[in-house]
């Protein structure tokens, strides 16, 4: 596409920024700018972008920034939290008639996935023990009946028409008759597809309405709606209440930021996602991803969460002074392990990180060895562990057998560990120097980095600063 | 002489009924954009930041790409830096001209189909989930047959539930036929099977459906790289045309299907369909602007002569409707 990611956006305008313990109007404003643009690219509509910058506005300016974010990120932070609360919390559930049959009505434009989707939801509904009937609602479309015959009858799941000749309102009628009849709990009702400004089409719906009393109206909604999902949504929400949303077609590369201003201008919560053709290609709607999504910057996102949720800062610190001091021990190890284990497999904190992405698949990063590694260090006692000195053959061998692992692999990992120890002595400076000189030097042979075979893992710094790794 | 005279002087020409037509399909879009520019006019008697502010939200809440507004409104900025301008009202114009320009075909034959007399002609529909493909064939055989063309319909979507008999109803109704082969078959040998039958009866234009598939899935991209191929071996020539059906409520995600489609399928034209709705197309902007390709035609509902050629001038002509009356009738009174 032909937008740059908002993540490098951002990233620009957040360089000249840095080294703010606040965050004061100019970051906030500087921020906002690129936010705003990326949720027009998004087809966010207008005015909700405009309302949504103003109310991000006001509860940044002022806030303290973690000390795991710089300010930029703080900004984002804020910018995610309060995108995923306009999304709508928690997964919603659909509403299920204490007297069966439930009846769900579908309703959207033409093309949106109501047919579809209709069959996607009894097939969803099948596998939660009920017994759905798909109503043939749709008698103006060419050959509206039929697709929805097929899809019944690739489902299993009974179809109730009544051809094209009879009107929709008594199609509704008479299939919650027939539900009743043969103890089928819930009926879904395809519509046609019809404009929101028809006012024809519109009213056949509220008359269908009317009959039904639906437990449940959701209105079916192509992710890849520009700026006239406002009016499409507010227009089918005031004529027919609606209870929900679909939302369709997100397997695609849509931004989907219709999500956005459907929720913000019915206040009605999208309930399913669809993401595919299939019938099974249905799921619940999770109000973070999409906030992620339409942002474009899920990588980012989901960075600043793992920073701020698993790095614990001070600790960090302490441990780089020591370090700093020649001391290093097996804890500290582990310790610096877990924190980064925290974050996820270490090949994609290396992919989310600016610039790093290239080294993706170059570093030969051994998850397995990793595990092998912890498992060594935690076979240790604890007097082991502070004094790495106390190793002798015997303590080798049992520590083998209590990890898992062979001797070599113990005596190994303990040599590379030496090996480390002795390079920090030689550092002793601060992180970025240490950067410098594990470049010069070729890195620095991590006991999880595999012999790479293309590069080398140039300046890794870790395990010895494990700040939060963005600028 | 100005701007809108111009547009009008140029539209007169062309038939009464049809400009009718798209006047009333577009009469929603035309309500919405004409009203705000005008209002926005109005209302700043004085050009500021706020005024391009909100040139740039009836821009943008009309689809065109962020981009080719950003572009346009400094543009805008220049020329008012540049001619002094002051008055909302002498803007107005500029902006209507750039625009214009920024739909106009490069030659006007673009919006014509690639379609001869005396040759069978191919052509091929491709889109996104139901966007209007099947749709705009069954307009585009009812437009072909009333031209006396011998018209025949290859039902290449073979994947979603009753697409093809979806494509049979329209066959009915236009009184056309339709190759056809079982769901779920390859739809190269259906276009395969279709063009032999063109071919033995003399057929004029062949229309080929196909299933909606998302520009992002490779292996359905690759499908249709092999129904382009098919043709392509077995009629020399062929497609005549590739159509992208482009739906108008879609936003931004209009150019990466535009690019996309264009890219892997060929692409000659589009059509956008449902133009009827209060969906401003303004995407349109953005595709001529960005990738130049051009719009041929307009779906303006889902009846067989829904369908009309795309007319930039009448396009901006049915957008500014209200302002050109009341130029002219500025202009008669002064006499
Ligand atoms: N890729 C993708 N395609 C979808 C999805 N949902 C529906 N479709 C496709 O979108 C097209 C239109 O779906 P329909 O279910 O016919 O839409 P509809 O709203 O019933 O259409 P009308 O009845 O004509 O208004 C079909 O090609 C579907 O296969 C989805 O989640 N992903
Ligand atoms: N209002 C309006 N509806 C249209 C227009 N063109 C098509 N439709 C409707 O849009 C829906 C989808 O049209 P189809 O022709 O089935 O779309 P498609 O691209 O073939 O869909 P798939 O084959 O499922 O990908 C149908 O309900 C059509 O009646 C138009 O110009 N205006
Ligand atoms: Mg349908
Ligand atoms: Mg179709």
Redesign the interface.
């Known amino acids: 596409?032909?937008?740059e990611s908002l993540a490098n956006r951002l990233q620009n305008a957040f360089d000249k920024l840095r080294g703010r313990g606040k965050i004061d109007e100019t970051i906030v404003n500087e921020a906002m700018r690129e936010v705003r643009?990326a949720l027009?690219?998004?087809?966010v509509?207008?005015?909700v972008v405009k309302d949504f910058v103003a109310r991000v506005k006001e509860r940044a300016v002022g806030q303290e920034v973690m000390k795991s974010l710089t300010p930029g990120q703080m900004v984002i932070k804020i910018v995610n939290e309060e995108l995923v609360e306009l999304m709508g919390g928690n997964v919603a559930q659909l509403t299920m008639s204490h007297r069966p049959p439930t009846v769900i009505m579908m309703a959207g434009?033409?093309?949106?996935?109501k047919?579809t989707t209709t069959g996607k939801l009894a097939k969803y509904l099948t596998k939660q023990n009920r017994k759905p009937l798909m109503v043939a609602g749709d008698i103006?479309?060419?050959?509206?009946i039929?697709?929805?015959?097929?899809?019944g009858e690739?489902l299993n799941i009974p179809v109730f028409a009544l051809g094209d000749q009879v009107s929709p309102v008594e199609i509704a009628r008479q299939a919650i008759e027939h539900a009743k009849a043969n103890n089928l709990d819930v009926v879904l009702i395809d519509t046609a597809g019809r404009?929101?400004?028809d006012e024809a089409l519109m009213e056949e719906l509220k008359q269908v309405r009317e009959v039904a009393k639906p437990d449940e109206i959701l209105l079916v909604v192509?992710a890849?709606?520009?700026?006239?999902?406002v009016?499409?949504a507010e227009s089918f929400n005031s004529q027919l209440e609606l209870t929900g949303v679909v939302l369709t077609?997100l397997?695609?590369?849509?931004?989907g930021?219709?999500a956005l201003s459907v929720k913000a201008v019915t206040g009605k919560p999208i309930k399913f996602a669809a993401m595919g053709?299939k019938m099974d290609a249905l799921e619940a709607f999770h109000p973070d991803r999409m906030a992620s999504r339409i942002l474009g910057m899920g990588d980012v996102l989901s960075l600043i969460e793992k920073a701020q949720a698993n790095v614990d800062e001070e600790k960090a610190r302490d441990m780089e002074r020591q370090m700093r001091q020649g001391e290093f021990t097996f804890d500290m190890f582990l310790d610096s392990m877990q924190q980064l284990r925290n974050m996820g497999p270490f090949e994609d904190i290396l992919g989310m990180l600016p610039g790093m992405n290239k080294m993706k698949g170059k570093m030969n990063v051994d998850e397995k060895q990793i595990a092998r590694v912890e498992a060594i260090a935690k076979s240790m006692t604890k007097a082991e562990r502070a004094n790495p000195d106390l190793l002798n053959a015997s303590r080798r061998k049992r520590i083998a057998a209590g990890s898992g692992t062979s001797i070599q692999e113990v005596n190994r990992f303990i040599k590379q560990f030496d090996d480390m120890k002795k390079m920090m002595k030689q550092f002793s400076g601060t992180a970025e120097k240490m950067m410098k000189k594990s470049k010069k030097k070729g890195g620095m042979g991590l006991p999880f980095m595999g012999k790479g075979k293309g590069g080398n893992p140039g300046g890794m710094n870790f395990p010895f600063n494990f700040k939060p790794p963005f600028k | 002489m100005s701007f809108f005279k111009r547009l009008r002087d140029a539209i007169v020409q062309k038939s009464e009924e049809v400009t009718q037509k798209f006047t009333d399909g577009l009469a929603?879009t035309r309500d919405l954009l004409v009203e705000k520019v005008e209002d926005l006019v109005r209302r700043y008697k004085k050009i500021d930041d706020d005024f391009f502010d909100e040139l740039e939200?009836i821009l943008?809440?009309?689809?065109v790409g962020?981009?080719t507004v950003m572009e346009l409104i400094d543009d805008l900025r220049g020329e008012v830096r540049k001619h002094k301008i002051e008055n909302a009202i002498d803007l107005q114009p500029i902006l209507s001209e750039k625009l214009v320009a920024l739909l106009k075909n490069d030659e006007a034959a673009d919006t014509a189909l690639n379609v001869e007399d005396g040759r069978l002609n191919v052509i091929l529909f491709v889109g996104?989930?139901?966007?209007?493909k099947t749709t705009t064939i069954?307009k585009m055989a009812h437009m072909f047959k009333q031209q006396g063309k011998k018209v025949l319909l290859a039902a290449g979507d073979t994947?979603?539930?009753?697409?093809i008999?979806?494509l049979?109803?329209?066959g009915d109704?236009v009184g056309v036929e339709v190759i056809k082969q079982q769901?779920g078959s390859d739809p190269a040998a259906v276009i395969y099977d279709a063009v032999q039958a063109a071919k033995s009866r003399n057929v004029d234009v062949l229309l080929c459906d196909t299933a909606g598939r998302?520009?992002?899935?490779v292996n359905l991209m690759e499908e249709l790289a092999k129904v382009h191929r098919v043709l392509a071996r077995e009629l020399p020539g062929a497609p005549h045309e590739v159509l992208l059906v482009l739906?108008a409520?879609?936003?931004?995600?209009?150019?990466?299907q535009a690019k996309t489609f264009g890219e892997s399928a060929g692409v000659t034209g589009i059509v956008l369909t449902?133009l009827?709705?209060?969906?401003?197309g303004g995407?349109v902007i953005a595709i001529r602007n960005?990738l130049n390709i051009p719009v041929k035609y307009v779906g303006l509902g889902?009846k067989m002569d829904d369908l009309q050629p795309f007319d930039p001038e009448q396009f901006v002509h049915a957008l500014f409707a209200g302002l050109i009356q009341q130029e002219t009738e500025a202009e008669n009174t002064q006499g």
């Open positions: 596409m032909a937008f643009l027009l690219e998004a087809d509509n207008f005015k434009l033409q093309g949106a996935g047919t103006y479309r060419p050959a509206a039929k697709q929805l015959q097929v899809l690739q404009l929101h400004i192509d890849m709606t520009g700026q006239d999902a009016n499409v077609k397997d695609g590369d849509t931004r930021g219709a053709e | 929603k939200e943008i809440t009309s689809d962020v981009n996104v989930n139901g966007v209007g069954g994947f979603r539930a009753a697409a008999e979806q049979e109803v329209w109704r769901q998302l520009q992002n899935k739906d409520t879609t936003g931004q995600n209009a150019l990466s449902k009827d709705g209060t969906a401003k995407i960005e889902e």
